[in-house]
C-alpha cells in the first residue's frame, strides 16, 4: 500500500487527541541518568505514529512504561502524565489499571512466536482477552472472535479458533495477536517492532493490516521500530528517538525529506538507496554511549559534526515549522550553518 | 479491506496431536516402566475382588510353608498367605506413594507459584524455609515426623509428604521464574488480565510438565521411604500388611524361610524401578527443546 502523510484535518483539534504523554522520564533501580528523559508524545485519531531509533534508545521501555509493564524492582518512573481522552495517569504514581489495559490501550509484541501461551487454544485465549473487559456471553465472545480472526484475514477462522499456537505459522501468529488486540477495541494499539521477527513478504501484509484497521476504526497506533523502510511504509508521523530522549518529531514526509536534527540526517543517509549509485555508507561515528556515561545537555553532541560548547545545555524540542519540532540549537540547520551536508 | 486472506496452508495436525505419546512409546525403557507400575496398579485396585485368602488369616497348620500350589508364595511365620499379604500390601505401598506426593504437591506447588512469581520477601521466607527443610536428609525427617506423628499409615504418609514438600517448592520456583519471563506473560498483562488468572492460566499449565516428571519420581522415593517407616514400625501397623513390616518380619528367617524376603524385596525393586523408568521416558517425552 502507498504511503500518504495524511493532512491534520483539524491541527489544534484537542478532541482529536487520543493519546498524550507528557515528560515521562524514568530511571533503572542503581542507575543515576534516566534512561528515559522527559518525553512527550501525542497521538491523534487514526494516527499511526512511528517511534524510530537505534536499540538501546527506549523505545520499548517507554511502549512498557505507557502499559505499566516495567517491574517495579528493575525501574522508577519519575514523572510521566499520561492522558487517554479523558483519563489522566500519573505514572509516577500508579500504573494503569487492569481495566484499562487492553480495554482502551492494547499492545503487541515482537515475538509471534512466543507471545501466545502454548497450553491453550487460540480460540480460548482471544475469548478470554474479550470476557476480561465485557459482560457478555461467552457465545457472543465466541463469535466475537470469529469476526476478529476473519478481520485480520485468517482463512478457516473456525477451524483457527480451536487450533493451539504451534499449528499457525509466525505470520498467522502475529495476525491473531493483532486480534486479540483489537478484540476490545481499544483506542490506542502500540505495537513493539511487530514485523521484526517476520519475513518482508508477512511483513508488508502486516504492515497493510495495522494500517487498514487504523483507517478504519480511528485507533491510534504508536509503532515501535528501527526500521526505516517500515517507517516510509505505515507512518502518518514519526519521533525519532536517541539516548532516551526524542530528538526530532513531525509529519513523516517532513521528517524524511527535510531531516533537521543531525542524528536524523546521520540515519537518513545511512540508509541504502536503490536508485542511487553503489558506494561507502554514510555512517555516524561513534557508538551510543551507555546510560551511566551520557553526556549533559544535548546526549547526541560526542557524537555530534556540529557540536559545540552551546550544546551542553539540552537544546528543547521546539518548532522548525509547523508541525515539525527539531531538538537542536541550531535548528533549521540549513539557515544556522553554512556547513554542506 | 485491502488485505488479502492467506492461503489456507498445510498445518502439522495428527502428528502433533501425539508428539508425546509417540516419543513415549518409541522409548522402550519408559514403557517397561508403565507396564511395571500398571501391573502393580492393577493388582492393587483388583485386591478385594481376587480369589486370594484373607490377609490377615492364620493357619496353624502352615507356618512358614515353601511357595507351593495352595500359597504360591508360601506362608509366614504365623500361617498367613504371603501373596494375599503381597497384593494388599501393593495397595498400601502405592496409597502411600501417590498419597504423600500429593501431600507434597498441594503444598509445595502453591508455595513455589507465589515465591517465583511474587519475589521479594515471600521468596526469602519460603526459599529459607525449604532451604532448612532441605538441610535434614529426606528419611531422617520423614523418621522424625513420623515418630512425632504417632505410628500409621497415615501419619506416615503425611510425614513423607511433608518430607517431599521443599523439592516441590524449589522445582516449581524455578520454573516459575523462567516462564514469567515469556513473551506471553508480558501479552496476557497487556491484555489486562489480573494476576490471579496469569497464575492460574499463564504460569501454571506451562511449569506443570516438569512437576509431573518430578512427581513421578517422588512416588518412588516415597513407596521407599513408606517401606522404610514399616520396617521401623512407624508405617502400617499389624496386622495389615506393607511390604515394609512384611520384610521387618522376614529378616528373623532368612535361613529357614527366605521367600517371606524374597517377594516384598522384589516388589519394591520392581516398582519402585517402574517409577524412575517412568518418570525418565516422561522427562524425554516433556522435553520441548526435543520437539
Known sequence: MPKQAKPDQQPDG?????????????????????????????????????????????????????MGLLPTEFAKISSGILGIQATRLDLSKVTMPTAMRGNDIAMIFQEPMTSLNPSFTIGNQIIEAILQHSAGSRTDAQARALHMLQRVGIANPEQRLSEFPHQLSGGMRQRVMIAMALANDPKILIADEPTTALDVTIQAQILDLIRDLSDETGMGTIMITHDLGVVAEIADTVAVMYGG???????????????????????????????????????????????????????????????????QVRPPLSNTTQGHDVACHYAPIEANLSVAL | MTNTALASEPVLTAKTENRVWKKFRSHKSAMVGGVLVAFFILIAIAA??????????????????????????????IGRDV??????GAQASLLAGVVSVSIAIAIGVPLGLIAGFFGGWSDAVISRCTEALLAAPFLILAIALAAFLGPS???????????????????????????????????????????????S????????????????LTI?????????????????????????SMLNTAKNFLNQAPWMALWPGISIFLVVLGFNLLGDGLRDALDPREH
Open chain 1, 245 to 311: 530522549q526524542v530528538v526530532e518529531r513531525g509529519a513523516v514526509a517532513e521528517v524524511f525529506n527535510d531531516p533537521q536534527h543531525p542524528y536524523t540526517i546521520g540515519l537518513m543517509s545511512a540508509m541504502p538507496q536503490l536508485d542511487k549509485p553503489g558506494g561507502k555508507l554514510a555512517t555516524v561515528p561513534g557508538t551510543v554511549p551507555s546510560v551511566a556515561n551520557m553526556p549533559e545537555g544535548c546526549r547526541f553532541r560526542t557524537r555530534c559534526v556540529f557540536a559545540t560548547q552551546r550544546c
Open chain 2, 201 to 216: 492460566r499463564y504460569i501454571l499449565p506451562n511449569v506443570l510438565p516438569p512437576i509431573l516428571v518430578q512427581a513421578t
Open chain 2, 83 to 88: 501373596l494375599s499379604r503381597m497384593i494388599w
Open chain 2, 48 to 77: 478385594p475382588i481376587l480369589p486370594i485368602p484373607d490377609p490377615a488369616a492364620t493357619d496353624w497348620g502352615a507356618v512358614r510353608k515353601a511357595p507351593s500350589l495352595a500359597h504360591w508364595m508360601g506362608t509366614d511365620e
Open chain 2, 220 to 244: 518412588a522415593t516415597a513407596i521407599i521411604a513408606e517401606a522404610a517407616l514399616s520396617f521401623l514400625g512407624l508405617g502400617q501397623q499389624p496386622p495389615d500388611p506393607s511390604w515394609g
Open chain 1, 14 to 66: 484537542c478532541e482529536d487527541i487520543l493519546m498524550s504523554l507528557h515528560d515521562l522520564a524514568l530511571r533503572f533501580r542503581g542507575q543515576t541518568n534516566d534512561v528515559i528523559d522527559r518525553i512527550s508524545l501525542t497521538v491523534k485519531r487514526g494516527e499511526v505514529l512511528c517511534v524510530v531509533g537505534e536499540s538501546g534508545c527506549g523505545k520499548s521501555v517507554t511502549a512498557m512504561a505507557l
Open chain 2, 153 to 199: 499409615l497415615t501419619n506416615a504418609m503425611i510425614a513423607i509428604g511433608i518430607s517431599a514438600t521443599p523439592i516441590f517448592i524449589r522445582l516449581t520456583r524455578g520454573e516459575v521464574i523462567n516462564v514469567k519471563s515469556e513473551d506471553y506473560v508480558d501479552s496476557a498483562r497487556a491484555i489486562g488480565l489480573p494476576t490471579p488468572r496469569i497464575l
